[in-house]
């Protein structure tokens, strides 16, 4: 303790009194992330309003091997953004300007800080866009999407935030910079760190410069709603819009118990169904409702009983927040005090028997399930209701977790998709890891955090068994 007192000394005479908080009011506001599970107390905050801080911060940090754990908005579900025993947290929120728009060389710089919110609405002012659009984009920094890889409703078109960087400025564990990618469309550099970076959930360094690629706001979208008897139908449809090559803006998932739940937080007029889809089809003004007529007719296909599209903003706007409101619907109304929330991938072919044996596991185990997600790129989160303070069922719920992610890498999929590891992920990582054979690729990853923070200060608990 007294290396921390020293360097808490060295932080305040160099960062300013000011940036450095050890309020126990404070500290308990960034005990926590949106994953709400196991808060861990800091031993005190900095917030950084540069990238000078930031080195500055680190070279201490280093010094005195005190571990740190990066902050941007906190929304991480993982509990990523949870500090790590003994550390600092480094809140990047007040690193928060757009530092250019450059529509002619197809990017846009931030500092990590910024709101993705504020980001789009800045490029609105173009016509452009950065496309991925995590559910938490009024709140989610831009750097926390670049270190978590987020997605989003977007991704069945534009992937995750991976396809979007183009460079990154970066303060290593020691506070020296490195500047990795180019702003521009190509670039090889050898290795790509940069791509080692994105991701790396803060285990590997401090993104303090971000370069995102940009693109044409979609001319014009129409946007749909099926209503099923069954999930599978749902389930269906992915894989027969793809036979038909048709690859809408966004597709996602409500199951029975999402649309009641959506539909009583917010008061939208929901139909009911077993299961719904909300899609967009975006493209020029002529074609797109050619789209979505194909689009109808594949979805009724699948035995939709019922499909309504539309291109009015009002009922646009009312399908979009239904589907926003998924998540925060389900823990409004929650029938227990805790939540386990997924984040598998599929292949789409595989989406209707994913769907069908999420249900089944978990009424093995006797826990409430409910079910949304990204289904236009296979990515379900099925959210599992549990109680920590009820042991029998926390162990039911954990199990029922743990067996959604082994069906879903039974499957041939993934056990995280856009959500990262953090926490709450490290075992079932490596369950997908052992299933394929590849329990090499955790060492060498352990080996690559060796290199880059050798000291094992940065995020230290997180991501590796
Ligand atoms: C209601 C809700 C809906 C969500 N919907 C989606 C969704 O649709 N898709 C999706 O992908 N995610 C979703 N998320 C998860 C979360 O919002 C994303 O992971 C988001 O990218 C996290 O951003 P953040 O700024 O809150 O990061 P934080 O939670 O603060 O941090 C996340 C991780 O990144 C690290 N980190 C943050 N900033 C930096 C930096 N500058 N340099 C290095 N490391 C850094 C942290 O140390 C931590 O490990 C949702 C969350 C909520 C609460």
New binding site residues.
Partial sequence: MDSYRQALNELKGTLGENKVFEDPKILYTYSF??SGLFPGKPLCVVRAFSREDVVNTLKITYKYGIPV??????????G??IPSENSIV?D??P?NRIIEVNVVDGYIVVE??V??DDLNSELAKYGYFVP??????S???????????????R?AKYG??RNWVLALE?VLPDGEVVFLGEPVLKCRQGLSLLHL?IG?????????K?YLKIWPLPEKIVRLMALFKSVEDAGRVVAEAKKHRIVPLIMEFLDKNVLKFVKEATGLDLPEAEAAIIADVDGPLEAVWRYAKRLEEIMRKCGAFEVKASDDPEEMEKLYLAR?SA??AS?KLRPMPAVLIE?ITVPPSKLPVILKKIYQIAEKHGVPVVVFG?IGDG?L?PVIYTDPKDRELWEKAEKCFKEICLAAIELGGAIA????I?LVKKEVLVEELKARNSLRALDLMKKIKQVFDPKNI??PD??FL
């Fill in positions: 992330d949106a754990t990066v902050r941007g908005s906190g929304t991480s579900l993982t990523a953004s480094l990047l929120s690193m990590p800080g709101r993705l991925p659009d995590p559910a938490s984009s709140t989610c920094s831009v750097g926390g999407c670049v270190a978590e890889d987020a997605g989003g409703m991704g995750t935030f970066v970076i790396s959930e803060g285990t590997l360094g401090v993104i303090t971000i926003r998540y925060p823990l984040d990204h990515n989160h998709g856009e959500h990262g953090g940065m995020n997180k991501v």
